[in-house]
């Protein structure tokens, strides 16, 4: 059962447009989020995360929402740079808990 | 600083043998996370050492095990591998003094069973 899922296995956006990636959970009991970037033949690096207490943090071109009645987090980049083409997995972490719960990931491609 | 490195970054067994792969934390983290990473699957917890000790373990059986050194270092051994155990597995390191945010993550050892 995936406590954590990310149902678009692929997206593909045009450079300088925004790329909205998305998540969604199952466990209230999550307060931590997490997204991180993953290039082929490296370890995942991460970008940004968000406290359950907040509905929003930025940094730079990233930004991540977090809508807790919904269950549901996105990741939006603006603009959108072809060094942006990654995996990106969402992860979240249990109140008390350190292991992290991540997602399948998605597949950004940004097309110069 | 150097960071996350894991050995060895490519193996081939077949089913039945066993396996060890190695971890060197970033210098001053004395946490170390295994994860393993599966097509379709994301990242899956194994276990968390800190300071020698286990500290956390995911729902993985008994054939995955791992320990950690004095100096940080960790190993991960499976035992009689099978053929769904081809992954890539990824050791994280961090302080861990807190409550985990940010894992750095070494590049992985991709192993296949045949």
């Known amino acids: 059962d995936q406590q954590v899922k990310q149902n678009s296995p692929s997206l593909s956006v045009q450079e300088g447009r925004i790329s909205i990636l998305n998540c969604d959970y199952t466990n209230s009991m999550f307060d931590y989020f997490l997204w991180y970037k993953k290039y082929p033949a490296e370890g995942p690096t991460f970008l940004i995360s968000i406290s359950s207490i907040k509905d929003k943090n930025e940094d730079g071109r990233f930004t991540v929402f977090l809508n807790k009645s919904a269950k549901h987090l996105s990741l939006h980049i603006v603009p959108s740079q072809p060094g942006d083409s990654a995996v990106y997995f969402c992860a979240a972490r249990g109140t008390g808990r350190r292991a992290l719960t991540f997602g399948s990931g998605t597949r950004l491609q940004v097309q110069p | 600083k150097a960071g996350v490195t894991q050995t060895p970054r490519y193996l081939i067994k077949t089913r039945g043998q066993q396996v060890t792969l190695s971890c060197s934390p970033i210098?001053?983290?004395?946490?170390v996370s295994w994860y393993q990473q599966t097509p379709g699957q994301g990242l899956q917890f194994l276990f968390e050492y800190f300071s020698e000790t286990q500290r956390n373990k995911g729902n993985f059986p008994g054939r995955f095990s791992g320990r950690q050194f004095s100096n940080s270092r960790s190993e991960m051994n499976v035992s009689t591998l099978e053929l769904g155990d081809s992954a890539l597995y990824l050791c994280?390191?961090?302080?861990?003094?807190?409550?985990?945010?940010?894992?750095?993550f070494g590049e992985g050892s991709r192993l296949t069973v045949l």
């Open positions: 994280a390191s961090s302080t861990g003094t807190d409550l985990p945010g940010e894992l750095f």
């Open positions: 210098s001053g983290h004395r946490s």
